[in-house]
Nanobody, 125 residues
Framework: QLQLVESGGGLVQPGGSLRLSCSAA????????IGWFRQAPEKEREGVAC???????KYADSVKGRFTISRDNTTNTVTLQMNNLKPDDLGVYYC???????????????????WGKGTLVTVSS
């Protein structure tokens, strides 16, 4: 079981940038897909980006060209670089983990087994 910890959230103006991190202490991180999801008030959790154990990324259409997901297995960290943030990007951002060697990362949230507690991103002027 992965114990995931998110960090890096905060308040930013529209057009600004934030970098979120998802870290885990377990060795199983190396062969786990990691996904970033967000949940805005009164909305369902939605996928933002994910990355497979071998580093193949996927992005939601709403963040393509603005967000970049990457992983460093030497530090057990997945980073979500968010640029040109918009008010619609507001929400609590969660990272999820799914152990298993695979070329592609799963998109649906219910494919992920372990979850962090989330970090809040607020985009407002």
């Amino acid at each position: 079981q992965l114990q995931l910890v998110e960090s890096g959230g905060g308040l930013v103006q529209p057009g600004g940038s934030l970098r979120l991190s998802c870290s885990a202490a377990q060795f199983t991180f190396d062969y786990s897909s990691i996904g970033w999801f967000r949940q805005a008030p009164e909305k369902e959790r939605e996928g933002v980006a994910c990355i497979s154990p071998v580093g193949n990324p996927k992005y939601a259409d709403s963040v393509k060209g603005r967000f970049t997901i990457s992983r460093d297995n030497t530090t057990n960290t997945v980073t979500l670089q968010m640029n040109n943030l918009k008010p619609d990007d507001l929400g609590v951002y969660y990272c999820g983990g799914r152990p298993g060697r695979s070329w592609e990362c799963p998109v649906p949230a219910d494919e992920y087994i372990d979850w962090g507690k989330g970090t809040l991103v607020t985009v407002s002027s």
